[in-house]
Structures are given as C-alpha cells and as structure tokens.
C-alpha cells in the first residue's frame, strides 16, 4: 500500500515537474520576434531602424532568463547536470550555425579577393571555438562600413553567449548550497560590476565594451534575476491592471531604443538599460496581458521559432548582396535578402533544428561526432585559407594581366588590415597626445631638427603623412589625426571624432615657436550631401555617375573658424581633398564591369569636387582668412593632379585612399604644392 502510494506521489510530483519544466510562454517566443526583426532591418541599412541593434541586447536577456529557469528547475528537483545542460546548447546552438558556415564558404570563394578571403577564413577558425568576439573587436568597429561585408561578423553574439554559458553554470552549482539571499548578493554585484565596466570602457574603448563578455554578462544576469523572482514567486505584482502597464512600458522601451538609438548610443553602457529593462518587464509582467496577446500571436510566435536561424542567415545574404553588387544596392534586393532569409530560417528550423535536438532521432554518440568531423573540417578550411593567404593563387588564376596589376595593389589593403610594418616613418615622425613620452620626444625631435610639421586630418591624412615620408624631404612631422578627425566635429552637438580640439589648439599655441606649420586634409566626400545628409562616401558608383551633390557649406565654415584659431599662432595649409575614383579599386573583379582598360574619374565627382573647391574659395575670400588653400585640380586644364593608373600603378587602393605606389606619385607634388604656397605668402 505504501509503495503504491509512493509511486502515486512520484509519478505526480514528475508530472508536476514536467509541466513546470515545459510550460510554454508563447509570449517569451514573440519577444524574440520583437529582437530579431529591428537587427535584420538595422543590419539591411533600413534608416527607421538605427537602433535596431539592441536586438542583440534583448536576446541576451532572453536567453539569460531561459537558460537560469532550466538550471533552477533541475537543480531544485536534483536532475541538473553538466553534461545535459552542455549538450542541450549543443544540438540548439552547432547544427543551424555549422551549415551556415559551410554554405558561406562556397559563395566567399567565388565572390571576395584574398584580401576579404583571408579575413573569412580567419572567421572560419574562431567561430567554431566560439572566440569570434575577440577577432571582430581585433579587426574594426561594429559601426565600421566595412562590417556589413563580412558575412560572419554577427556571430561575436553567439561567442558572447557561449563563453557566458561555460562560465555561469559553474557560478549556479557553487552558490546553490547558499541561501537566496547569498545568490542574489554575489550576482547583484557581479551585474553591477559589469554594468560599471560596461559603462566605462563604453566612453575610452567602445568596441571593446561592445564585443566582450565582461561588459555584456549583466545583460545575462538581468534574465537570471528575472528568473530567479519568478522561481521563488516574488513577483512583485500581480494585480493586472499593473501587470498591463508595466509590460506595455517595456514594449515602449524597446521600440524607443529601436526607433530614437543610432550609432552614436553608447551601448552596452547605461543607455543599454533601457531596452534590456523593457525586455525584463516583458517577461515579468506581459503573461495574461495585452501586450502578452499581441506578442504571443501566432505570426509573432512563428517569427521568433525561426528566429535563431534568421539571426544565422541574415547577415551573410546581406554581405554577399553587398559584395556582389559592390554596394550598388536597392531597397528591393534587400527586401528579397529578407524573404529568402526566412525561407531558409524555416527549412533551417525543419530540417535541421528540430532533428538535432530531438534525442530520439539523433542520439548523443552521432550528434558528437557529426559535431566534431564538421567543426575540424570547417577550421581546417579556415586554416587553409589563412596559410594561402585568402586562397589567393586560386583567385590569381582567374584574373587577366591587367586585373593583376589591380590584385597588387589591392594586397596593401590585406597588409593594413594584419598590422604589418608596411610604414617605415623616421625616428620623428610621431603622433601627439597629452603625455609625458610625446612631450619628450616631441622636445628631442625639434632639438634635433628644429621645428615640427603638423599634420591634421582623417585617414586620408594618414596617405598624406606616407607621402611625404617618401620624399625623404621631411624629418619632423606631428600627426594629429583619427576616426572623424574634422574640426567641425568640434561644433557639432554629438562631436564623434577622436581628436581632442581644445587640446591640440592649446598644444599648439604653447608649442608655436617649435611648430613650422600645419597641413590640414580630409576625405572629401564629407563635403557632399543628399537632401536627407546622406554623404557620397555612402553611396554607389552608379549613384556618383548621376546626381551632382550639394556641398555642404556649414561644415566648411566651422573647419575655416577652427583652422583661423590655429592660423593665429602657426601658418595653416588646407591641402584640398583629392578627386576619389569612388570605384572598388581593391577588387579587380568588380572593376571589370567598369571598363578596366579605360578607367578614369566620374565626370559628375570630377565636378563635385571642383564645386568643394570653388565654396572653400569663396569661403577663405568671404571672411578675410589667412589660410592658404592648395587645390589639386587644376579647373583650367580639367586635370587632376594624380591618374588613376600611372605606368603600371594603380594609385588608389580602394574608393578613395591613395596606394602605396599612389603615394610614392602623389608625394613630390605634395611637397611642390606646399613649398609653392609657403614662398608666395613670403
């Protein structure tokens, strides 16, 4: 009798468990609809979804939630193991994103130079060990243009996820024995740890607070708090009246973030909290609500099943769409990149999710090993394609005699990229900083050489920096330059350059007797705008070749007023913005289409940047300025100062920066130009 009674009360108490364990919150699945449609609309370059990234923010507190519920419960019924828990994020997280990997690779091949190729295969070795976060942040910025064509790069999230569930099962076993009160303590402090971290590194290194686990654990463990209240009923509402309002305040939050964040948010700082809260309230209060019957609808429901394998496929459709189509792409090609990613997130889900994770068609022993023999092959692809640099005999065979003069030039790119020593400066030529190390060498140079050049600028200042190197006519030169290095940032309300204005002019007002003077440059595709403030450097060439941009005159006018405060201590040269061939001059293959034989600048840039010079002109004449101006068209001749092929040279190494042996061209006449300027003002 009583062991009928015993086996009664197992079998109820296992049912119980069961149907806790599985309850399904359909609610929790629309949630992540909510996640994934703002970041593939974001990551397609939709301009209402500038904040879509925080898409990413509200997966981690999802699955933070899911995962700390699944570890709670099995640990309160004795049932959690490691072992278990790791293959359960196994078979959900290696068969969708392994087949990703290897149907990418074949398009990779057929579609990007060694120099992309090269990046490709290194991504091919890091994603599988789940260490893609650290090559992504090696590489550039999340924000970086050049991100939206590598195909792989939105899988530093699953890094994040992964290196956070090695982690964090470890941290439940050990604090279990403990009371509440003791889990919550230690948490509570790691999360605010991470958010204090996030929110630091946020302001002094950006991408690393953006790619890494420390400063994106407590977006987890904002859905393991969630979690661990529901686990112990401390809801602390349930009246539902408030129930409605606090889960309809957490859908606002989202789409604020959504609708009003752009790249300029400081995310995963504090700003962060705003999503990620409306993404705790959801799953706190949104059950038996409006807003949990509006998400947890049947169309909402059936994005978010598929939503994991939309997230894998998006990104790559969206990269090859771009490098295919050079950036010369239309709404339409996106929108068809969204359909077929949902038609592949569906087969995905069916036929690959689904039987992965089902123990009864896959058993341990197969899954393991079809996860190992997949997972060598594809890093010893990647390994392969590193060690041959990006496969590049393979793409060398399929190229003529004059697409490998381009392929040439194109490998700087690969060397840029990697870090190689391919700058030779003297001894002093150095970057300036607010340091005691600058100041010393800078006080040594001129000791040694009497007083500096400065050179202010962007990247395009780097080209000027190297080709005047190469002239070996200059032996003290100052770089002040960076990311958005324009002084008109300095006016602007969100100032996102790098360079710090109000120190540098004091730098060189205190060090003007040390100073010969300074040489400002930019690229000038800055200076040309749509009616929406879209600039050409976003644009295709097929745009460049029909529409004539506006110039934007405001920023001029705030570059002239900060170069007049520098002019009033040192002698300023504004060294004109070079005509850019706007083609991918890194990619001999794409260059076909445009007449490789013939290849010359757009006649509509050609007149877009005689326009920049003719209102910098006007400018400098209208307010009386001392700043010389040195212009390299020449608007009589209708030439430019540089070719873009000279005997062999390709001189630009993509759409817009000078090559090396551009450079090597392009530095005498630099130096001409700017010696010319200086006799005329004596």
């Known amino acids: 009798m009583c062991s009928r009674i015993q086996v009664k009360f197992n079998l109820y108490f296992n049912i119980q468990y069961l149907l806790i364990m599985f309850r399904y919150r359909p609610e929790i699945d629309g949630l992540r609809a909510i996640a994934i449609i703002p970041v593939i609309f974001f990551h397609a370059g939709f301009e209402h979804f500038q904040g879509g990234f925080i898409g990413v923010d509200v997966f981690f507190v999802i699955s933070g ?53 090269l990046d490709f295969s290194q991504s091919l070795v890091a994603i599988p060990l789940f260490f893609s976060n650290f090559l992504f942040y090696s590489e550039s910025g999340y924000f970086d243009s050049i991100m939206e064509v590598k195909p792989l790069f939105h899988t ?76 112990h009923n401390a809801t602390p509402l349930s009246k539902l009246f408030y129930k409605n309002l606090l889960s309809l305040l957490g859908l606002t939050l989202i789409a604020y973030s959504v609708f009003y964040f752009n790249e300029n948010t400081l995310i995963p700082g504090v700003y962060a ?98 996860f190992v023999v997949s997972g060598l092959f594809i890093i010893s692809i990647g390994f392969f394609g590193v060690l041959s640099n990006g496969f590049e005999s393979l793409y060398k065979s399929r190229l003529t005699e004059t697409e490998r003069i381009f392929f040439n030039n194109a490998k700087e790119i690969s060397e840029l990229r990697n870090n190689k020593s391919i700058n030779n400066f003297p001894e002093c030529f ?28 962007d990247s395009h200042m780097g080209n000027v920096k190297r080709a005047l190197s190469k002239t070996q006519k200059y032996n003290f030169i100052v770089s002040v ?24 002019h004091k730098f060189i007002k205190a060090q003007k007797l040390k100073i010969s003077f300074l040489i400002y440059n930019q690229l000038g595709s800055y200076f040309l705008h749509d009616e929406k403030k879209d600039t050409l450097n976003h644009k295709s060439v097929d745009y460049a ?9 405001k920023r001029i006018n705030k570059i002239l007023k900060y170069l007049n405060l520098i002019n009033s201590n040192v002698k300023v040269i504004w060294l004109a913005s070079w005509i850019e061939p706007r083609y991918p001059m890194n990619n001999p293959r794409k260059i076909v289409k445009y007449g490789i034989d013939n290849l010359d600048y757009i006649p509509n840039v050609v007149k877009m940047f005689s326009n920049i010079d003719q209102e910098i002109d006007n400018a400098i004449y209208d307010s009386g300025s001392e700043v010389a101006y040195i212009k390299l068209f020449d608007n009589r001749s209708k030439s430019n100062f ?41």
Request: glycine share 4%.
């Open 65 to 117: 939630y899911l995962i700390s519920s699944i570890i709670f419960r099995e640990l309160s019924a004795g049932r959690f193991t490691l072992k278990n828990f790791y293959e359960r994020r196994a078979r959900r997280i290696i068969p969708a994103l392994f087949l990703v990997l290897i149907v990418s690779f074949p398009m990779a091949l057929l579609w990007m130079p060694p120099v992309d190729m």
């Open 156 to 231: 530093w999230s699953l890094a994040v996820e992964e290196q956070f569930y090695v982690l964090f099962p470890l941290l439940i076993i050990f604090l279990w024995k403990y009371k509440a009160n003791v889990i919550i303590g230690i948490t509570l402090v790691i999360f605010i740890a991470s958010l204090i971290a996030a929110e630091l590194f946020v302001h002094s290194d950006r991408m690393l607070a953006f790619f890494m686990l420390p400063t994106r654990a407590w977006e987890l463990l904002l859905g393991f708090g969630v979690a661990f209240i529901e686990f």
């Open 273 to 370: 909290l705003i999503p990620t809260v409306g993404t705790a309230l959801i799953i706190m209060f949104s059950q038996d609500t409006h807003v949990g019957r509006l998400i947890g609808n049947r169309y909402f429901v059936g994005i978010g099943l598929l939503s994991y394998s939309a997230y894998l496929w998006h990104q790559p459709l969206f990269a090859f769409v771009r490098i295919y189509r050079f950036g010369d792409t239309k709404f339409g090609m996106f929108a068809s990149a969204i359909l077929i990613t949902f038609i592949l997130a569906f087969l995905t889900w069916k036929f690959v999710e689904k039987p992965f994770r089902d123990k009864s068609i896959l058993n341990l022993r197969t899954v393991t090993l079809s």
């Open 430 to 457: 150095i970057k300036y900083s607010e340091s005691d190390e600058f100041y010393q060498q800078f006080n040594n140079c001129f000791d040694k050489n009497g007083p500096a050049v400065v050179l202010m600028g």
């Open 481 to 504: 330059s960076g990311h958005h290095c324009h002084p008109y940032h300095y006016y602007d309300e969100n100032n996102i350059s790098t360079c710090d204005f109000d120190n540098i």
């Open 545 to 553: 070749k029909k529409h004539i941009m506006e110039v934007d005159i």
């Open 642 to 682: 540089l070719s873009l092929i000279e005997n062999n040279c390709v001189t630009f190494n993509d759409k817009d920066h000078l090559s090396s042996c551009g450079e090597k061209i392009a530095g005498p006449i630099f130096h001409k130009k700017i010696q010319n300027s200086l006799n005329s003002v004596e």
